[in-house]
Nanobody, 129 residues
Framework: QVQLVESGGGSVQAGGSLTLSCAAS??????????MGWFRQTRPGPRKEREG???????????YYADSVKGRFTLSQDNDKNTVYLEMNSLKPEDTAIYYC?????????????????WGQGTQVTVSS
């Protein structure tokens, strides 16, 4: 069982920056290729309404970004800490959402919701104009 704990949300003015963290525990060698993704949702609701933002594989350098955040958001990881970071720059009011970290042990396309078995509790990001 993989547990995910997010932190780093908050309020910021447009053009500002925030960095979200996602600490993973319970990750074992069984999870040979664990994909870590960030999703967002403008309000609490069904998981299927979550929008993929960025994703990467633990221990790998490949990353994938939604077009809406490309060039503004950067995904990185600290393997010693089992933590994935989402650095968000040039934030816009339309980035306001609840941001969720998720883990996919099954593969598939980067933002395939069906593969993301483990989810964090979510952290609110609010960008004011």
């Amino acid at each position: 069982q993989v547990q995910l704990v997010e932190s780093g949300g908050g309020s910021v003015q447009a053009g500002g920056s925030l960095t979200l963290s996602c600490a993973a525990s319970g990750y074992t060698s069984r999870h040979i290729k664990l994909c870590m993704g960030w999703f967002r949702q403008t309000r609490p609701g069904p998981r299927k309404e979550r929008e993929g933002v960025a994703a990467t594989y633990i221990g790998h350098v490949d990353t994938y970004y939604a077009d809406s955040v490309k060039g503004r958001f950067t995904l990185s990881q600290d393997n010693d800490k089992n933590t994935v970071y989402l650095e968000m720059n040039s934030l816009k009011p339309e980035d306001t959402a609840i941001y969720y970290c998720a883990a996919n042990p099954y593969g598939g396309s980067w933002f395939f919701l069906g593969g993301y078995t483990y989810w964090g509790q979510g952290t609110q990001v609010t960008v004011s104009s």
